[in-house]
Nanobody
Framework: QVQLVESGGGLVQPGGSLTLSCAAS????????MGWYRQAPGNKRELVAT???????TYADSVKGRFTISRDNARNTVSLQMNSLKPEDTAVYYC???????????WGQGTQVTVSS
């Protein structure tokens, strides 16, 4: 059974930092592209950052220079280091594992991040 379990969310003041982690099980982690997405109330889920199986990263313009995605294939984890957080970063953050062939996609249950003073 595939599981993606996010952790590390919480309440932080503007300008603060948080690190989210996603632990994967039930998949050959190193073969999957991994990503972080977020969804704020009333909004669609949007891409935050991705990292391919080969380590190539992409970021949404809104988080470039502030967020860093990384992966540890030995521990089957993907992390999102978030710095200089803004109130508009408030959302539920989701981890996604994706493989192009065979086509497979899995989501975690999400972790809440709230940026507020």
């Amino acid at each position: 059974q595939v599981q993606l379990v996010e952790s590390g969310g919480g309440l932080v003041q503007p300008g603060g930092s948080l690190t989210l982690s996603c632990a994967a099980s039930g998949i050959t982690f190193s073969l999957y592209d991994m990503g972080w997405y977020r969804q704020a109330p009333g909004n669609k889920r949007e891409l935050v950052a991705t990292i391919t199986s080969g380590g190539t990263t992409t970021y949404a313009d809104s988080v470039k220079g502030r967020f860093t995605i990384s992966r540890d294939n030995a521990r089957n984890t993907v992390s999102l280091q978030m710095n200089s957080l803004k109130p508009e970063d408030t959302a539920v953050y989701y981890c996604k594992a994706q493989r192009v062939w065979p086509r497979q996609m899995y989501w975690g249950q999400g972790t809440q991040v709230t940026v507020s003073s």
